[in-house]
């Protein structure tokens, strides 16, 4: 989780990711945040993160996107 608070944090070091629970919804992150956090978590976790997983629910906190990170880990 700490590496995943780092790629957020280089995005938007102002937020408080550990806390936000609506990312997305309250427009703290863009579509262009998100294709750059795809893009880092598969530098640095080595899982793909597919189209059908691209959804506001996976993007709205650090932590369902931390569950979204863990999930593709353990399918590898």
């Not at 995005?11 to 956090?37: Q, R, T, Y």
């Not at 598969?42 to 650090?62: C, E, K, L, M």
């Not at 990170?69 to 353990?74: A, C, I, R, S, T």
Request: charged content about 30%; some cysteine; proline content about 1%.
């Amino acid at each position: 989780m700490e590496e995943l608070l780092e790629i957020l944090s280089e995005l938007h070091e102002d937020v408080d990711f550990m806390n936000c629970e609506k990312l997305f919804d309250d427009k703290i992150i863009d579509s262009f945040d998100i294709v750059a956090i795809i893009a880092e978590i598969y530098d640095r976790f080595d899982v793909t993160i597919s189209a059908g997983d691209i959804i506001p629910q996976n993007f709205n906190s650090a932590k369902s996107l931390w569950i979204l990170v863990e999930k593709l880990m353990d399918e590898n």
